[in-house]
Each structure stands twice: as structure tokens, then as C-alpha cells.
């Protein structure tokens, strides 16, 4: 039971520093078991829903145009002295999962369950 984790699909998580605000933010969060006592969940994945950016190039000729498609950022759960920003975004997304209601009855019921 101790490898026990559920994905966790998220919208709209909305990110903000100092007032300013930088988006919002979809995608899927592994919440996984962190004391089978108290059965609470820890962060260990999040997948960023986006798009990249790609150059096409026009039927064999110089033109090209940039053509949007679907794409994950993935970020797995960082060592504290990491200052990335792929580390602070993670931190900024894991601590709205937390403070999420819905985030902490879905857990309760798969355990539950399981």
C-alpha cells in the first residue's frame, strides 16, 4: 500500500508572485501516499498541459510558418536547493494541490477504495 498514487487531473490553477499574475495552468498531478497513518498525499509528478512551437517548412520552399502543437511539460518533484523555474512552478502548482479541497477528497476515496 505504500506505492499506492493517483493521477490527478487539475484546471485553471491560477499562478501568481507578488501580485503579478503568470497564468493559468492545466494538467495532471501523481498525488501519492505519504503516511498510510494519517493518509494524506504528496506530490510526486505534474504534467503541464501546452503547446510547442515548431517551424514547418512549406512545401520544399523557404517559406515556413510556425505551427502550434499539443505538448506535456513534465516536472518531476525537485530537490529542495533546486531554484529552476521548472522547480518554483512545480512548487507553486503542488502547493494550490494541497490547499485543494477537491485534490484532498479525491485521494481520501481512491485509498479508500483501494
Given at each position: 500500500m505504500n506505492d499506492f498514487s493517483v493521477e490527478y487531473d487539475f484546471e485553471d490553477i491560477e499562478i501568481e508572485e507578488d501580485g503579478v499574475y503568470f497564468?493559468?495552468?492545466?494538467?495532471?498531478?501523481?498525488?501519492?501516499?505519504?503516511?498510510?497513518?494519517?493518509?494524506?498525499?504528496?506530490?510526486k509528478h505534474i504534467a503541464i498541459d501546452g503547446q510547442k512551437r515548431e517551424r514547418q517548412t512549406l512545401k520544399g520552399y523557404s517559406l515556413s510558418v510556425m505551427k502550434r502543437t499539443d505538448a506535456a511539460l513534465l516536472l518531476p518533484w525537485p530537490a529542495k536547493d533546486n531554484t529552476s523555474f521548472k522547480a518554483r512552478l512545480f512548487r507553486k502548482i503542488e502547493a494550490a494541490l494541497y490547499a485543494s479541497q477537491d485534490a484532498r477528497e479525491r485521494f481520501a476515496g481512491e485509498l479508500e477504495a483501494a
Open positions: 497564468g493559468s495552468f492545466w494538467g495532471t498531478a501523481e498525488l501519492a501516499l505519504n503516511d498510510p497513518r494519517d493518509g494524506d498525499f504528496y506530490v
